[in-house]
């Protein structure tokens, strides 16, 4: 066989073998299956992103900075010699691990991850491989990570690590600061001289972790995200690694920023949705735009009903207090949960496919625990349970709800008003272990008219709003960087080609702006949009039907409304886009 014939195919098996994930060992794979039901049990934790950035706090030289608090070295270009004098300004005085764990459980979250080392290179805990970190560069001089992971270890939440393994704008060898470190970079010193030893020592110093959350894993290459899963595994089997280490080496998949797939979504395992109760990660003392406890109650049913888990942030000041509004937050939604939490934790998903946002429901063996988010007046009528209902009755209180079960039609009887306006949970009581759905009401089937509405979307951008009044999100502004849009997110289940309708409020005065809505798989300029002009309605909210059509792929990862050249008709309320099957 001549070299160039054996050269080839020993390349290809090569490049073969590269592309293949390593195989975790037997006991690997157990520790990590166990870690995930326990996890998917849990529902909901605690983000939490402290660093030096809460110092500017999306300030810089008395100009306010645009986007997620974070990022403020890398927008204002902050070289690194002035961005690392932050750290001699860094004395959280006020930071106490056991409030903040206590926070996290009277919320009712069940585990929390912080930020360990985030794009800034910054290290919140002490290492020894960078002397870049709290311990050795602030007046602090302690590791806060040492108390907090006690604290929640005392308490019986599990607790786990953000790190940033590939974006560092600290060095020359981390993924990011071209200001500062303009050559090419080469990745594996740094991976050798940082990244490995970091991640060894927090893996080695604050007990039993329940996760590593890596983020933007950029250009890693598959040995290297390799070798970092290898290390994991190796030193912690039943830690937990997200998506985002790269290359499909995670062991559940992170959904983007703030993206709740649009129906119920367990093809690829499980799944997490990391969520700001604001518009930023980190403290950013002029972002005041708190989200609705009913919003964030009703998201984490609506989360939990499709199978995945919410990890809901905060961002401490510099002192290490966390912002008053975001404790008010969560200590409602703990209050919920509290009252309501049988129909979170170890739940699964909903039988039923999504169409609306009346309600939403989740399951346990012989139960469906109906999620009325937006109350429908006297009754609710459900299609499609073929399971026989035995009993009905609200979770809180206990108290029976009358019913009618025909011909695949369950009819709850409910009261003129919703006794929990944030979410009133029925719990249905069937004949079966699981609920028989008809086909075409089934999860991972799709209505012939299927709405999504604003309140399902992302709202991206610090000026779009939601309004529950009117169902409608506003504020369509328009700015060179984080622009206000809406974003769906299909998660492969909305394939096929589609007329549209549009359902909107525009004041005759403010019409006139051109729209898009467009789809959007990353790997190409957008593959399919259609435009037009807002027209003015008088203020009534009407639906038109769209011109063209959209085409939805497996590979689609969002469906995005924007304003496009003026942004005059910015107020227009937007309720609802309809997919309408041809
Ligand atoms: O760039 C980061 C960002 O700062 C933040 O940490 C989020 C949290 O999901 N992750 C990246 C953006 O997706």
Known sequence: MSWSRFGRIGLVAMMIALALPAQDSAQVKAETEKALRHFDDNKFGLFIHWGLYAIPAGEWKGKYVRGIGEWIMFREKIPVTEYEGLARQ?????????????????????????????????????????????????????????????????????????????????????RGNNWDFPEKRDAQPYLNNKVFPQVKEILGGYGKLGLIWF?????????????????????????????????????????????????VYVA??????PATLNDTWGFKKNDQNWKDPRDLIGKLADIVSKGGNYLLNVGPTSEGVIPKPSQEILRTMGKWLAVNGESIYGTSASPFMINGIT???????????????????????????????????????????????????????????????????????????????????????LPARLDLFAWESRLRGEEVRYDFVTQSAHGFRRFQSETNMLYWYPYKALEGSYQVELTYACDD????????????????????????VINGTGGK??????????????????IAFQLQGDDKSAPMKLRKITLVRP
């Open 509 to 532: 005065a403010v019409a006139g702006s051109n729209y898009r809505l467009f789809v959007d798989d990353r790997s190409k300029p957008a593959n399919g949009s259609i435009e037009g």
């Open 90 to 174: 860094f004395n959280p005085v006020k930071f106490n691990g056991e409030e903040w764990a206590q926070l996290a459980k009277d919320a009712g979250m069940k585990y929390m991850v912080i930020t360990s080392k985030h794009h800034d290179g910054f290290a919140m805990f002490g290492s020894k491989a960078s002397g870049y970190n709290i311990v050795d560069r602030t007046p602090f001089k302690r590791d806060p990570m040492k108390d907090l992971s006690a604290a929640c270890a005392r308490r019986g939440l599990d607790f786990g690590f953000y790190y940033s393994q590939d974006q560092d704008w600290h060095e020359a060898g981390g």
């Open 359 to 445: 309600w939403r429901a989740t399951a346990k063996p012989g139960k469906l625990f109906i999620h009325i988010l937006n109350w429908p007046g006297r009754s609710l009528k459900i299609e499609g349970l073929e399971s026989k209902v035995t009993r009905a009755s609200l979770l809180a209180g206990k108290a029976a709800v009358k019913f009618t079960q025909k011909a695949g039609m369950l009819e709850l009887a409910l009261p003129a008003k919703a006794p929990d306006v944030n979410d009133t949970v029925v719990v249905v009581e069937i004949a079966d272990s699981q609920a028989k759905v008809a086909d075409g009401h089934r999860a991972g089937q």
């Open 541 to 558: 909210f009407v639906t038109v039907k769209l011109p063209g059509r959209l085409d939805v792929t497996k590979q689609t990862n969002t």
């Open 215 to 263: 983020d933007t894993p950029g250009l890693l290459s598959i040995p290297q995200v390799d070798s970092l899963r290898g290390m994991v595994k190796q030193l912690q089997p039943s830690c937990l690694i997200n998506s985002r280490i790269g290359h499909g080496r995670g062991d559940y998949t992170q959904t983007g920023d703030n993206a709740i797939p649009i129906q």
């Open 268 to 273: 690829d395992g499980k799944w997490e949705v």
